[in-house]
């Protein structure tokens, strides 16, 4: 997955650049525009188009004759029995070809959040401010069967971060937890040791943020966590997986979010805005390109 992720930043550093010249809105909007056109080709390739046409064709044919027979309780019951059959392969005939598009969806979703969700962690000045409770939490997960090595994990801040609370360990579900703040501006990295492993967590903070940046890192092991998406790390590209074998399956902090103007901010904004652009763009290319849907 590692190796999948890294690709991907490569292709959409060439293919979004050009466009955030223009405003990184106008980047999201514009190539979640041309997802979707792309999205609607591949689905008329990979549909079976006639069909698509011909139950729709069905369905407004029992429709119509719901309304010039409506007297006619028999033939209004077969045509509504008729119309949700109907219905039914229509809705099958959409959906399956739908399924392999989820993929793309995904990885493309991914890249918007990491690049324009959040923004870098504000700068704490002021010791008034350095206190408990007023901090950002480092939330640490082991992985499954080693909780009880959580006693032997050591985390090392960088001299840019500073805690301002002791770690925490929970010896029943394998996490600890520490506050910490950031009184200098950079790029900074967490150490964590466990087990003759080491492992990082990059931390932005105070400086324009970098081209993509995400709250957590996760383990490749949940490549296909069905039961927590959350874990995927194909959402999260920005920072390399932990190895399978890492003793690590989740580190998160909580960045905020990144003011996006006059669109929706946050992951939620994000992927709102992607599906809003491509269905637009989408359904505005559907006569021009004849697809059926």
């Not at 044919?61 to 719901?66: D, L, P, Q």
């Not at 080693?146 to 971060?161: E, S």
């Not at 500073?162 to 360990?169: D, E, K, M, T, Y």
């Not at 103007?261 to 359904?283: K, Y």
């Amino acid at each position: 997955m590692n190796a999948v992720n890294g690709a991907l930043n490569a292709l959409f550093d060439a293919l979004l650049t050009p466009l955030e010249w223009a405003g990184q809105a106008t980047a999201l909007i514009v190539f979640s525009g041309i997802f979707g056109v792309l999205a609607l080709l591949v689905f008329k390739q990979i549909s079976w188009q006639a069909g698509i046409k011909l139950a729709k064709d069905k369905i407004k044919g029992h429709v119509i004759a719901i309304r010039l027979y409506q007297d006619d309780l028999v033939v209004v019951a077969k045509s509504v029995g008729s119309v949700l059959v109907r219905n039914a392969q229509y809705l099958g005939l959409n959906f399956g070809p739908f399924l392999p598009l989820a993929i793309p969806f995904v990885f493309v979703s991914a890249q918007f959040v990491v690049r324009y969700a959040y923004a870098p962690l504000p700068l704490v000045a002021r010791e008034a401010e350095v206190m408990s409770g007023r901090g950002v939490l480092l939330e640490i997960e082991l992985a499954s069967g080693r909780a009880d090595q959580i006693r032997d994990l050591k985390v090392t801040l960088p001299p840019g971060l500073r805690a301002v609370s002791p770690l925490v360990r929970s010896k029943s579900d394998g996490r600890a937890y520490q506050e910490f703040v950031a009184s200098d501006a950079g790029q900074h990295e967490i150490v964590l040791e466990l087990g003759g492993v080491r492992e990082t967590k990059l931390v932005v903070a105070g400086v324009e943020a970098p081209r993509a940046m995400q709250p957590r890192r996760v383990s490749s092991a949940d490549w296909f966590a069905v039961s927590d998406p959350d874990r995927w790390p194909a959402l999260w590209p920005a920072e390399p997986a932990f190895e399978s074998d890492s003793p690590f399956r989740v580190v998160s902090i909580a960045y905020p979010y990144r003011d996006q103007g006059w669109l929706p901010e946050g992951e939620f904004g994000i992927l709102l805005t992607f599906v809003l652009a491509s269905m637009v763009f989408g359904f505005a290319a559907l006569k021009p390109l004849g697809v059926q849907i």
